[in-house]
């Protein structure tokens, strides 16, 4: 069963997530104290986070630096409908994906299962001992584990699943909408930067080759390529 933390406030729509989850079978605790949500986190006894960006006192943004900080756990942000500068700095500081509010127990619920889904398994049946390598990228897909330069890169279960897309299409373009398919389960919405958020920070992870120029790539109109060799 798949357990949840929902950090968030207002105990009127923690209480109708959490029993339209519980219904569909996940095992749910909810938690308003910023300091005891970070311990909770940080247990080792969930998931998937679901954190609410506007909390008292303390911003849920600095509750998800802190995780961050310390865990590759899946988080996926409650964020005001329409405010866009919370949700890209999400992102930015490692959130997997997010949800605006009001939201439906039902779409959170589907939100969660694609991330749990795609976070915890690859993108095609792998061998334990599959290797995927492309320059000086090395994969572990059913592993979930990465290295660049011989040096293992700590990446979310989101950017691992963008990077397996990329390696695995190592030099071509891959277009975002199938980034977005793949990595989150859902289209793009208009105007949507999470793919570019999420590459961005993969593009920090790794680094830049000796030229300065970063592997990952965007391919006007096509969407992102990773360099199959470095130039």
């Known amino acids: 069963?798949?357990?949840?933390?929902?950090?968030?406030?207002?105990?009127t729509l923690t209480s109708l997530l959490a029993e339209y989850l519980r219904t569909e079978g996940y095992l749910v605790h909810t938690e308003a104290d910023p300091a005891r949500a970070v311990g909770e986190a940080l247990s080792d006894a969930y998931d998937i986070v679901v954190l609410d960006v506007m909390m008292p006192g303390v911003s849920g943004l600095d509750i998800l630096r802190q995780l961050r900080a310390q865990s590759t756990l899946p988080i996926l942000m409650l964020t005001a409908r329409g405010d866009d500068v919370d949700r890209i700095?999400?992102?930015?500081?490692?959130?997997?994906?997010?949800?605006?509010?009001?939201?439906?127990?039902?779409?959170?619920?589907?939100?969660?299962r694609t991330i749990t889904r795609r976070t915890g398994a690859t993108l095609q049946p792998s061998g334990a001992g599959s290797v995927?390598?492309?320059?000086?990228?090395?994969l572990w897909p059913a592993e979930r584990r990465a290295e660049w330069l011989g040096k293992p890169l700590r990446l979310t279960g989101t950017e691992f699943t963008l990077l397996e897309v990329l390696v695995r299409n190592a030099g071509r373009p891959v277009k975002k909408e199938h980034l977005s398919e793949m990595a989150l389960g859902r289209l793009p919405e208009r105007y949507d930067r999470t793919i570019d958020a999420h590459i961005s920070s993969l593009r920090r992870k790794i680094g830049p080759l000796p030229g300065g120029r970063s592997p990952i790539v965007a391919v006007f109109r096509q969407g992102y390529q990773l360099l199959k060799a470095i130039p």
């Open 132 to 138: 995927l390598r492309c320059a000086d990228l090395t």
């Open 1 to 11: 069963m798949v357990r949840v933390l929902i950090v968030d406030d207002d105990e």
């Open 89 to 112: 700095v999400g992102l930015e500081l490692g959130a997997d994906d997010y949800v605006a509010k009001p939201c439906t127990p039902r779409e959170l619920a589907a939100r969660i």
